[in-house]
T-cell receptor, first 113, second 112 residues
Framework: KAGVTQTPRYLIKTRGQQVTLSCSPISGHRSVSWYQQTPGQGLQFLFEYFSETQRNKGNFPGRFSGRQFSNSRSEMNVSTLELGDSALYLC????????????FGSGTRLTVV | DAKTTQPPSMDCAEGRAANLPCNHSTISGNEYVYWYRQIHSQGPQYIIHGLKNNETNEMASLIITEDRKSSTLILPHATLRDTAVYYCIVRVKHNYGQNFVFGPGTRLSVLP
């Protein structure tokens, strides 16, 4: 079966712009989480969605937002991009939140110039 | 902050067992221990998870001490493709719910 699909794979944006990243979970998975990975901070949790509702949220500014659609696909948006937002953004899906394993996508590499 | 500590790096000879330790001394009774690995430029890959009993699957074995303060991931016959960063994670309760907190992990190098 298809894995977690993230689009686009690579993206270059300019400071001040906004960006939207997309994640399609594994079929049947209803929970989607987003992570940011940078060389300095490692993997950091952004937020988790289940049944179109944000269930968990990490310590990121309000410029980072997300949503989930009725088909469980999720998008995350970063507004007013800063150079420090350059990172690999990873999406992970699971049947539902709690103690289940998560399957990660290959990520979207965002470069802000 | 991550609730686990791992050695920053380890080497293992190809074909030998790789034993990756993890300390999680503040784990609470209902928190699971998860192991993921990340091969360069890819997303983390789920390996195994457990609560208090030892677990085994097609990829690895997880040995959890009786007091649950530490665990060991065992790759029984390491191959070059097992070279990766291995993360030991305790699912942390957060003000907003629960989420994974990744530490820096252990960089495992499997040597020919």
């Amino acid at each position: 079966k298809a894995g977690v699909t993230q689009t686009p794979r690579y993206l270059i944006k300019t400071r001040g712009q906004q960006v939207t990243l997309s994640c399609s979970p594994i079929s049947g998975h209803r929970s989607v989480s987003w992570y940011q990975q940078t060389p300095g901070q490692g993997l950091q949790f952004l937020f988790e969605y289940f049944s179109e509702t944000q269930r968990n949220k990490g310590n990121f500014p309000g410029r980072f937002s997300g949503r989930q659609f009725s088909n469980s696909r999720s998008e995350m948006n970063v507004s007013t991009l800063e150079l420090g937002d350059s990172a690999l953004y990873l999406c992970a899906s699971s049947l539902r939140p709690s103690n289940y394993g998560y399957t990660f996508g290959s990520g979207t590499r965002l470069t802000v110039v | 902050d991550a609730k686990t500590t791992q050695p920053p790096s380890m080497d293992c000879a190809e074909g030998r067992a790789a034993n990756l330790p993890c300390n999680h001394s503040t784990i609470s009774g209902n928190e699971y221990v998860y192991w993921y690995r990340q091969i360069h430029s890819q997303g983390p890959q789920y390996i195994i998870h457990g609560l208090k009993n030892n677990e085994t699957n097609e990829m690895a074995s997880l040995i959890i001490t009786e007091d649950r303060k530490s665990s060991t991931l065992i790759l029984p016959h390491a191959t070059l493709r097992d070279t990766a960063v291995y993360y030991c994670i305790v699912r942390v309760k957060h003000n907003y719910g629960q989420n994974f907190v990744f530490g820096p992990g252990t960089r495992l190098s499997v040597l020919p």
